[in-house]
């Protein structure tokens, strides 16, 4: 293979050395056309049936496309049937213009012109391959012979455009391009687009649209937009054109190759949604629009509900859209690394702390609910994952605030369950191990009943009396204590246990659910014998709240005592 590289030609770049493209930025969105119905119907396996043409058709007047490539209605029957169950049964919406591609053939162009009838919007795109290596390898002729050819089906289509709208109330716009044009010379691109519009009869206020196609994408982004840049500086009638991209994809650089083709002077692009298309595909339409979307440049296209685009987009053609294909790809807001959750997670915190008016979230340049995307898949549980991962999904999918400082002991808790399993956690295993790890243990200490009650201490101070029932070892045993708080009265009547080694660190406390079943969940973090140790406690009065996370957090401190002491090699180990 090292040795094969040598039969082919590499790409000679054009001479633009003052070349301006690389300053300028996309400050607005280009007229899009899709060609899904036509380039990306024909490269199908199983090409679309009537229905499913239908259902796209509708699918991208519901995004905001304003032009649709329909067809190649001359070449087929199938393509011409598409074409006139639109214009049939009035399923054009007002504002919306079908594009009808044809060759620069004489009886092609006279059967568009028989197809389009009836139609109220219309583009008729002819083309006529014009590249350096067809004209020698196929067409066995000059560029003054390829000249010829499209200046002859310019000439018909004019005129025929002229009789046409004499009988029936339509717009009819042209667009020409020449075929192949990253393989054609390109100063041979402008004579023959400058020779195209003169026959049109093309003006400023009747602009001809000139397609330039990447037909077989032979070189970097950048040479082809210098091309670009060539193209829109010479042509001779600049302001009566409209230069459009259509870009393919076969060194996977079509996202590139139309930014760059963009920011040198073009004004639309044509391509379709996932970059379906022959051989590696077409420019990916929904990627560029968002891409513009990223930037703050409103992309006049609605990708708002992603996934229903992409089941139909899936359902209509037998493509799958990859797992990993930007902004529509299952996992493309999904973040396995301990790191990226760990950014990811405090990016959302600090976002509802400011309440910033701007997206800030590492690791995700778009806000996956623009897309109608939910927050529960972003951030997936696996071996890799780190602590920030599962406070995440305690957080997002289910309301629980964990404190920063219990991030480290419950994300140990999560890592050693998906050692254990060898595959990822879904979110509702993620909670069933906080359930069975903090909201559920209730021995050997059980908080039984309560009474909290407040008593004046003198000179202004107010005193805490704490009484209840706590059942240790099967047994009920009342205990008291007096404090400056509900939970350093409970200490207290807890020291008639025995339990006189724990200290008080710190605690948290939030509403888990709004309304009037709303509950109060409190995480207390105490000390035991100079180790760090949570317990969450949840009840409808936060004060009962916080006693039930301290008796919690002791059970779990006295758990771990017990298996160090039947097994001293797992002491530090996160066995609670």
């Known amino acids: 293979m090292r040795q094969g590289c040598r039969k082919y030609k590499p790409f000679a ?12 930025t996309i400050a607005q969105a280009p007229v899009w056309c899709s060609v899904d119905l036509r380039d990306g119907n024909q490269a199908l396996v199983n090409p679309m049936n009537l229905e499913q043409k239908l259902e796209f058709f509708q699918t991208l007047c519901e995004i905001g496309f304003r032009e649709i490539e329909v067809g190649f209605p001359a070449s087929s029957e199938t393509e011409y049937e598409i074409l006139r169950a639109l214009i049939d049964h009035d399923l054009i ?44 390898v196929v067409f066995h002729t000059d560029m003054e012979g390829v000249i010829q050819i499209a200046v002859d089906a310019a000439r018909l ?50 602009k001809v649209i000139l397609n330039l196609p990447n037909t077989v994408e032979l070189s970097t982004p950048n040479t082809y937009a210098d091309q670009v840049e060539y193209v829109c500086r010479h042509l001779k009638h600049r302001d009566c054109a409209i230069v459009s991209l259509h870009p393919h994809n076969d060194r996977g650089t079509a996202t590139a190759a139309t930014e760059l083709g963009l920011m040198a002077g073009a004004q639309r692009v044509e391509g379709t949604l996932f970059g379906n298309g022959e051989r590696t595909g077409n420019a990916d339409i929904m990627n560029l629009a968002l891409n513009l979307y990223s930037q703050g440049v409103d992309p006049n296209l609605d990708f708002s509900h992603m996934n229903h685009i992409k089941r139909v987009y899936e359902e209509c053609t037998g493509m799958k859209v990859h797992q990993r294909h930007p ?16 950014a990811i997670n405090k990016g959302v915190n600090y976002m509802a702390q400011k309440s910033s008016p701007y997206w800030e979230v590492p690791y995700l340049p778009i806000d996956p609910a623009d897309l109608g995307r939910q927050y529960e898949p972003i951030i997936r549980i696996n071996s890799q994952s780190g602590k920030g991962g599962a406070a995440f999904i305690m957080r997002q999918s289910f309301g629980y605030l964990l404190p920063k400082a219990m991030h480290a002991e ?39 009943t309560y009474k909290i009650f407040e008593e004046d201490g003198g000179r202004g101070q107010v005193l805490v009396d704490f009484e209840g029932t706590v059942r240790y070892d099967h047994h009920t045993v009342a205990v008291s204590g007096k404090g400056n708080g509900p939970i350093d009265a409970f200490f207290n009547a807890l020291r008639s246990l025995g339990l006189t080694e724990y200290e008080f660190v710190s605690y948290s406390e939030h509403a888990v659910t709004g309304g009037a079943d709303s509950k109060a969940v409190s995480y207390i973090q105490l000390r035991h014998k100079g180790e760090i140790v949570f317990g969450v406690g949840m009840d409808s009065n936060i004060s009962i709240a916080s006693l039930k996370g ?15 002491q039947e097994n001293p090699s797992a002491k530090g180990a996160p066995e609670f």
């Not at 044809?102 to 590249?131: D, M, P, W």
């Not at 301290?550 to 160090?564: F, G, Q, S, T, V």
């Open 13 to 24: 770049p054009i001479a633009l050395p003052d070349r301006t493209w690389p300053d300028k």
């Open 93 to 136: 919406p007002d504002g919306v213009t079908v594009q009808v591609l044809v060759q620069a053939r004489e009886h092609l162009i006279r059967k568009t012109f028989e197809a389009i009838r009836g139609a109220k919007n219309v583009i008729i795109h002819f083309y006529n391959s014009t590249s350096t290596l067809q004209r020698r």
């Open 157 to 206: 289509i004019r005129r025929l455009t002229e009789e046409h709208m004499a009988k029936e109330d339509v717009d009819i716009r042209y667009e020409y391009s020449p075929e192949s044009f990253s393989g054609t010379e390109v100063e041979n691109s402008v004579r023959i687009c400058d020779r195209v519009l003169e026959e049109l009869g093309a003006s400023p206020e009747r």
């Open 327 to 342: 902004y529509a790809g299952e996992l493309v807001f999904t973040a396995f690394s301990g790191s990226h959750q760990d």
């Open 410 to 448: 419950f994300g140990a808790l999560v890592k050693a369950a998906c050692d254990a399993a060898g595959r990822e956690l879904r979110p509702g295993e993620v909670f069933a191990i906080f359930q069975k790890e903090y909201l559920d243990v209730t021995q050997p200490y059980h908080l039984l």
């Open 550 to 564: 301290i008796i919690c957090a002791i059970n779990r401190c006295e758990a771990r005592d017990r298996a160090e």
